[in-house]
Protein backbone atom coordinates (compact mmCIF):
# COMPACT_ATOMS: atom_id res chain seq x y z
CA UNK A 1 0.00 0.00 0.00
CA UNK A 2 1.29 3.44 -1.08
CA UNK A 3 1.93 5.43 2.32
CA UNK A 4 2.92 9.45 2.43
CA UNK A 5 5.04 10.73 5.12
CA UNK A 6 5.33 14.97 6.12
CA UNK A 7 8.17 14.42 8.82
CA UNK A 8 7.03 18.55 10.09
CA UNK A 9 4.28 18.88 12.22
CA UNK A 10 4.96 22.50 12.19
CA UNK A 11 6.84 25.08 10.38
CA UNK A 12 7.11 28.86 10.78
CA UNK A 13 8.48 31.35 8.55
CA UNK A 14 8.15 35.10 8.56
CA UNK A 15 6.19 37.07 6.04
CA UNK A 16 7.54 37.76 2.82
CA UNK A 17 10.42 34.87 3.07
CA UNK A 18 10.69 31.71 1.28
CA UNK A 19 9.26 28.49 3.33
CA UNK A 20 9.43 24.78 1.83
CA UNK A 21 7.84 21.65 3.23
CA UNK A 22 8.88 18.23 3.05
CA UNK A 23 6.50 15.28 1.80
CA UNK A 24 8.26 11.82 0.78
CA UNK A 25 6.14 8.70 -0.16
CA UNK A 26 6.55 5.09 -0.84
CA UNK A 27 4.63 3.39 -3.75
CA UNK A 28 5.93 0.70 -6.20
CA UNK A 29 3.82 2.10 -9.14
CA UNK A 30 5.46 4.12 -11.66
CA UNK A 31 2.56 5.92 -13.14
CA UNK A 32 0.94 8.39 -10.24
CA UNK A 33 -0.09 11.94 -9.47
CA UNK A 34 1.26 13.95 -6.03
CA UNK A 35 -0.47 17.34 -4.84
CA UNK A 36 -0.36 19.97 -1.84
CA UNK A 37 -3.69 20.77 -0.26
CA UNK A 38 -4.26 23.58 2.13
CA UNK A 39 -6.58 23.56 4.82
CA UNK A 40 -6.92 26.88 6.39
CA UNK A 41 -8.73 27.49 10.44
CA UNK A 42 -12.15 25.83 9.90
CA UNK A 43 -12.10 26.30 6.37
CA UNK A 44 -12.66 23.66 3.47
CA UNK A 45 -9.27 22.17 1.77
CA UNK A 46 -8.23 23.45 -1.57
CA UNK A 47 -5.80 22.35 -4.27
CA UNK A 48 -2.37 24.30 -4.27
CA UNK A 49 -0.62 22.76 -7.01
CA UNK A 50 -0.17 19.28 -8.69
CA UNK A 51 2.48 17.20 -10.39
CA UNK A 52 1.87 14.41 -12.42
CA UNK A 53 4.94 11.58 -12.07
CA UNK A 54 5.60 11.28 -15.57
CA UNK A 55 6.66 15.01 -16.41
CA UNK A 56 10.04 15.42 -15.17
CA UNK A 57 9.21 19.56 -14.88
CA UNK A 58 8.37 20.62 -11.95
CA UNK A 59 5.07 22.13 -11.38
CA UNK A 60 4.76 26.37 -10.43
CA UNK A 61 1.67 28.12 -10.01
CA UNK A 62 2.67 31.80 -9.04
CA UNK A 63 4.59 31.65 -5.62
CA UNK A 64 4.03 28.18 -5.07
CA UNK A 65 6.16 25.42 -6.70
CA UNK A 66 7.42 22.07 -5.95
CA UNK A 67 11.20 19.90 -6.19
CA UNK A 68 9.77 16.50 -7.66
CA UNK A 69 12.58 13.86 -7.09
CA UNK A 70 10.80 10.70 -8.16
CA UNK A 71 13.91 8.46 -7.66
CA UNK A 72 14.45 9.97 -4.05
CA UNK A 73 10.29 9.47 -4.05
CA UNK A 74 10.41 13.59 -2.50
CA UNK A 75 7.93 16.07 -3.17
CA UNK A 76 8.66 19.36 -1.40
CA UNK A 77 6.43 22.31 -1.33
CA UNK A 78 8.04 26.20 -1.45
CA UNK A 79 6.36 28.64 -0.79
CA UNK A 80 8.04 31.65 -1.84
CA UNK A 81 7.07 35.78 -0.80
CA UNK A 82 4.94 34.33 2.13
CA UNK A 83 1.88 35.81 2.78
CA UNK A 84 -0.17 36.13 6.19
CA UNK A 85 -3.09 34.21 4.03
CA UNK A 86 -0.72 30.93 3.69
CA UNK A 87 -1.17 30.26 7.01
CA UNK A 88 -2.97 26.43 7.30
CA UNK A 89 -2.51 22.92 7.56
CA UNK A 90 -0.88 22.08 4.22
CA UNK A 91 -1.35 18.16 3.24
CA UNK A 92 0.78 16.15 1.11
CA UNK A 93 -1.59 13.83 -1.57
CA UNK A 94 -1.10 10.68 -3.58
CA UNK A 95 -2.97 8.88 -6.49
CA UNK A 96 -2.27 6.14 -7.86
CA UNK A 97 -3.04 6.39 -12.00
CA UNK A 98 -5.42 3.81 -11.84
CA UNK A 99 -7.13 4.86 -8.71
CA UNK A 100 -9.19 7.42 -7.65
CA UNK A 101 -8.63 7.70 -3.67
CA UNK A 102 -6.17 10.23 -2.41
CA UNK A 103 -3.86 8.82 0.20
CA UNK A 104 -2.62 12.03 2.61
CA UNK A 105 0.22 12.46 4.77
CA UNK A 106 -0.47 13.83 8.24
CA UNK A 107 -0.32 16.95 7.57
CA UNK A 108 2.13 20.34 8.10
CA UNK A 109 1.01 23.34 10.31
CA UNK A 110 2.65 26.40 8.74
CA UNK A 111 2.13 29.73 10.49
CA UNK A 112 3.15 33.04 9.11
CA UNK A 113 4.93 35.64 11.17
CA UNK A 114 4.27 39.29 10.59
CA UNK B 1 -20.81 27.06 -9.36
CA UNK B 2 -21.58 26.74 -5.83
CA UNK B 3 -19.41 23.81 -4.93
CA UNK B 4 -19.16 21.21 -2.70
CA UNK B 5 -22.27 21.75 0.03
CA UNK B 6 -22.41 19.57 3.21
CA UNK B 7 -25.20 19.34 5.62
CA UNK B 8 -24.98 19.60 8.62
CA UNK B 9 -21.63 21.25 10.04
CA UNK B 10 -21.37 20.39 13.43
CA UNK B 11 -23.50 17.69 14.80
CA UNK B 12 -23.24 16.07 18.31
CA UNK B 13 -25.37 13.19 19.01
CA UNK B 14 -24.67 10.48 22.26
CA UNK B 15 -23.62 7.01 21.98
CA UNK B 16 -25.67 4.20 20.25
CA UNK B 17 -27.49 7.22 18.45
CA UNK B 18 -27.50 6.77 14.23
CA UNK B 19 -26.77 9.84 12.41
CA UNK B 20 -26.69 10.83 8.54
CA UNK B 21 -24.87 13.15 7.00
CA UNK B 22 -25.44 14.57 3.42
CA UNK B 23 -23.15 15.90 0.32
CA UNK B 24 -24.03 17.75 -2.48
CA UNK B 25 -21.35 18.09 -5.29
CA UNK B 26 -20.41 20.26 -7.58
CA UNK B 27 -23.05 20.32 -10.41
CA UNK B 28 -22.22 17.95 -13.02
CA UNK B 29 -19.68 16.12 -11.55
CA UNK B 30 -20.05 12.15 -11.59
CA UNK B 31 -17.48 11.17 -9.44
CA UNK B 32 -18.17 11.44 -5.36
CA UNK B 33 -15.84 10.77 -2.73
CA UNK B 34 -15.76 10.42 1.53
CA UNK B 35 -13.43 10.68 3.64
CA UNK B 36 -12.40 10.76 7.60
CA UNK B 37 -10.32 13.32 8.89
CA UNK B 38 -9.60 12.73 12.73
CA UNK B 39 -7.98 15.55 14.90
CA UNK B 40 -4.79 16.24 13.93
CA UNK B 41 -4.48 13.84 10.84
CA UNK B 42 -5.04 13.66 7.31
CA UNK B 43 -8.29 12.54 5.94
CA UNK B 44 -8.45 8.97 4.93
CA UNK B 45 -10.61 7.49 2.21
CA UNK B 46 -14.00 6.19 2.99
CA UNK B 47 -15.75 5.45 -0.06
CA UNK B 48 -16.23 6.53 -3.85
CA UNK B 49 -19.13 6.81 -6.48
CA UNK B 50 -19.13 7.05 -9.89
CA UNK B 51 -22.74 8.56 -10.82
CA UNK B 52 -25.25 6.16 -8.68
CA UNK B 53 -22.35 3.30 -8.19
CA UNK B 54 -20.44 2.61 -5.06
CA UNK B 55 -17.34 1.62 -6.86
CA UNK B 56 -14.90 1.56 -3.69
CA UNK B 57 -15.29 1.04 -0.35
CA UNK B 58 -12.33 1.42 2.30
CA UNK B 59 -11.52 -1.31 5.33
CA UNK B 60 -12.74 1.50 7.28
CA UNK B 61 -16.14 1.44 6.25
CA UNK B 62 -17.35 -0.55 9.25
CA UNK B 63 -20.81 -2.14 8.76
CA UNK B 64 -22.07 0.47 10.91
CA UNK B 65 -21.48 2.93 8.22
CA UNK B 66 -23.43 3.34 4.77
CA UNK B 67 -23.16 5.07 2.07
CA UNK B 68 -25.75 5.77 -1.06
CA UNK B 69 -26.00 8.46 -3.80
CA UNK B 70 -29.37 6.56 -5.06
CA UNK B 71 -29.54 9.43 -8.51
CA UNK B 72 -25.86 9.92 -9.23
CA UNK B 73 -26.46 13.45 -7.72
CA UNK B 74 -26.21 14.21 -4.06
CA UNK B 75 -24.82 11.37 -1.53
CA UNK B 76 -25.73 10.33 2.17
CA UNK B 77 -23.52 8.97 4.67
CA UNK B 78 -25.29 6.78 7.74
CA UNK B 79 -23.51 5.55 10.69
CA UNK B 80 -25.28 3.39 12.48
CA UNK B 81 -24.70 2.80 16.25
CA UNK B 82 -22.64 5.77 16.89
CA UNK B 83 -19.24 5.04 18.91
CA UNK B 84 -16.91 7.82 20.44
CA UNK B 85 -14.12 6.61 17.82
CA UNK B 86 -16.53 7.96 15.19
CA UNK B 87 -15.81 11.34 16.31
CA UNK B 88 -13.77 12.88 13.04
CA UNK B 89 -14.74 15.50 10.22
CA UNK B 90 -16.73 13.65 7.30
CA UNK B 91 -15.35 15.84 4.24
CA UNK B 92 -17.02 14.95 1.29
CA UNK B 93 -15.46 15.33 -2.37
CA UNK B 94 -16.18 15.55 -6.11
CA UNK B 95 -14.92 15.12 -9.68
CA UNK B 96 -15.03 15.33 -12.96
CA UNK B 97 -13.27 13.51 -15.52
CA UNK B 98 -13.65 16.84 -18.10
CA UNK B 99 -11.37 19.92 -18.29
CA UNK B 100 -7.72 20.29 -17.98
CA UNK B 101 -8.08 19.58 -13.89
CA UNK B 102 -8.77 16.21 -14.60
CA UNK B 103 -9.97 13.98 -11.58
CA UNK B 104 -8.62 17.30 -9.30
CA UNK B 105 -10.90 16.52 -6.25
CA UNK B 106 -12.81 19.25 -4.84
CA UNK B 107 -13.86 19.39 -0.70
CA UNK B 108 -17.07 20.44 1.04
CA UNK B 109 -16.45 22.08 3.93
CA UNK B 110 -17.01 18.75 6.28
CA UNK B 111 -19.34 17.73 8.57
CA UNK B 112 -17.71 17.67 12.39
CA UNK B 113 -19.05 14.83 14.29
CA UNK B 114 -18.82 14.57 18.43
CA UNK B 115 -20.21 11.35 19.52
CA UNK B 116 -20.57 11.97 23.53
Known amino acids: AQTVTQSQPEMSVQEAETVTLSCTYDTSESDYYLFWYKQPPSRQMILVIRQEAYKQQNATENRFSVNFQKAAKSFSLKISDSQLGDAAMYFC???????????FGQGTRLTINP | DTGVSQDPRHKITKRGQNVTFRCDPI?????LYWYRQTLGQGPEFLTY????????KSRLLSDRFSAERPKGSFSTLEIQRTEQGDSAMYLC??????????????FGPGTRLTVT
Open chain 1, 93 to 103: AYRSAGAQKLV
Open chain 2, 93 to 106: ASSSPQGLAVYEQY
Open chain 2, 49 to 56: FQNEAQLE
Open chain 2, 27 to 31: SEHNR
